[in-house]
């Protein structure tokens, strides 16, 4: 892939946003602090990225996963994050299967509704739900391919 | 594909704020890589933002800024010379230093060197050996 520079560059809104809500309120951040933490925000990716693909090839594997990953942030001394990411990739790999569930759960509701209209209407309405939850996530994964 | 919406994007109920996306391209742009489970991009993108939340409060809580309510590039350049964690940001962040300063120190330094040899002789023979 022939990315440009500004390809390795994240949303400088986003940046900010997390900034903001990690100080207190009312604190004013520099444009130039803004960029500085986004250029930073970059290379802490790459530098990651170097060392969690060091523990893959140690192991042998082609594919970085997520222990890799973790084992990345114990070495560049940010252990402090293992346990927050952890928590993180759980809720992430229910969502993924969440996704996946709701996916055959219409399907299978689709079928049982030729048969009995009126059954399960408490079920029907909790796949709207989730239908909602869905659509909501298919607009985000478009945000996130920008400029 | 989607452009420009960056600013808006995701609601609270995200799981990571960060565009997974990027943060493969980024990823990708390192040549030893060959492929990276999904489950490894959501991570790097949720130890990232955990990595901003953490510059950013470490340099404002011992940056000279607080003061004034106010976090500027200084904290963060001397965070990432006085923390051992942060050093490897020292090159990205470097110093800054009045353009004054760095000509008197120039100065200096030639005057300890050679001290006979006008400017623009040294300039030139510094651009012989760069060449």
């Known amino acids: 892939m022939a990315e440009r520079p500004e390809d390795l560059n994240l949303p400088n809104a986003v940046i900010t946003r997390i900034i903001k809500e990690a100080l207190p309120d009312g604190v004013n951040i520099s444009k130039e602090a803004r960029s500085a933490i986004s250029r930073a925000a970059s290379v802490f990716v790459l530098y990651a990225t170097s060392c969690a693909n060091n523990f893959a090839m140690k192991g042998k594997r082609k594919t970085l996963n997520a222990t890799d990953v973790l084992s990345a942030m114990e070495e560049m001394e940010f252990q402090r994050f293992v346990g927050p990411l952890k928590e993180s990739l759980e809720a992430y790999r229910r969502d993924q299967k969440g996704k996946k569930g709701a996916v055959e759960l219409k399907k299978k509701d689709k079928d049982k509704k030729e048969d009995s209209e009126d059954t399960d209407k408490n079920r029907e309405d909790e796949n709207e739900d989730e239908d909602e939850r869905m659509e909501e996530e298919e607009q985000n994964d478009e945000e996130e391919v920008d400029n | ?131």
């Open chain 2, 1 to 131: 594909m989607a452009s420009g919406l960056s600013g808006s994007g995701g609601g609270e109920n995200r799981l990571v704020s960060l565009p997974l996306s990027r943060i493969r391209v980024i990823m990708k742009s390192s040549p030893e890589v060959s492929s990276i489970n999904p489950d490894a991009i959501f991570l790097i993108a949720k130890a990232t933002e955990l990595f901003v939340q953490y510059l950013a409060t470490h340099s404002y809580k011992h940056g000279q800024g607080k003061e004034n309510k106010a976090l500027t590039y200084s904290d963060l350049s001397r965070t990432a010379e006085k923390s051992e964690t942060f050093q490897f940001l020292a090159d990205i962040l470097p110093k800054k230093i009045l353009a004054s300063k760095y000509l008197k120190m120039l100065e200096r330094e030639k005057e300890g060197e050679q001290e006979e040899e006008e400017e623009e002789e040294e300039e030139s023979s510094e651009n012989e050996e760069a060449s």
